[in-house]
């Protein structure tokens, strides 16, 4: 069975610089995975932030950035801001039209 | 702007199907780059990927899922549903219907995202 791996929760203080990572039980994630991330905040539907690995979608402010960190999928903010607590998922494309959502993670800021 | 509309029964019968219907407006489901798909949260938790469909009828499911899940797509009516057959408490969950860009060649996760309806499997 295929797990996505986020962590639960981390905090970042207002203006400084976290990443967060996704990771794959069954090995590497890479480019062929097609990472993308989505924030969510309580309430509401997901929004698409990073697709593709590192492209931004329309009108996600240029601190998010999506990349290939070791064997993880990553998305650092940088210089964060108190709208940007919220929760954040990682999403993997498997092969054969299957994705997997990550257990996302629960975002703080302060 | 290409919108999307979930609409169903908030709440469904444990052992029951759960029936939901997407619709698509101010734009077409006849898409060559994109695929049409559902992705559920139960209260509290993360969210879950249900499966997509292409214009053509192709589908992708969840295998986790796979035996109890059918969906479909009505090109008349611009519309795509999901149906999820004996259903039980963890069934209960915000279902979103989203669109997906994506072809063979590459996977571009949701571009657009229905706000979500609530369903609550009771007993």
């Known amino acids: 069975q295929t797990v996505v791996t986020q962590e639960a929760t981390l905090s970042v203080s207002p203006g400084g610089t976290v990443t967060l990572t996704c990771g794959l039980n069954?090995?590497?994630?890479?480019?062929?995975?097609?990472p993308s991330w989505y924030q969510q905040t309580p309430g509401q539907a997901p929004r698409t932030l990073i697709y593709?690995?590192?492209t931004r979608s329309s009108g996600v402010p240029a601190r998010f950035s999506g990349f290939i960190l070791g064997n993880k999928a990553a998305l650092t903010i940088t210089g964060a801001q108190a709208t940007d607590e919220s929760h954040y998922y990682c999403?993997?494309?498997?092969?054969?039209?299957?994705?997997?959502f990550g257990g996302g993670t629960e975002l703080t800021v302060l | 702007q290409l919108q999307l509309q979930e609409s169903g029964p908030g709440l469904v019968k444990s052992s029951e199907t759960l029936s939901l219907i997407c619709t698509v407006s101010?734009?077409?489901?006849?898409?060559?780059?994109?695929?049409w798909g559902w992705i559920r949260q139960p209260p509290g938790k993360g969210l879950e990927w249900i499966g997509s469909i292409y214009y053509s009828g192709s589908t992708n499911y969840n295998p986790s899922l796979k035996s109890r899940v059918t969906m479909s797509v009505d090109t008349s009516k611009n519309q795509f549903s999901l149906r999820l057959t004996s259903v039980t408490a963890a069934d209960t969950a915000v279902y979103y219907c989203a669109r997906l860009h994506m072809t063979i060649f590459y996977f571009y996760g949701m571009d657009v995202w229905g706000q979500g309806t609530t369903v609550t499997i009771s007993s």
């Open positions: 069954s090995g590497a994630v890479s480019t062929d995975h097609f």
């Open positions: 999403l993997l494309f498997m092969g054969s039209g299957i994705s997997v």
């Open positions: 593709n690995t590192d």
């Open positions: 101010s734009g077409s489901i006849y898409s060559s780059d994109h695929y």
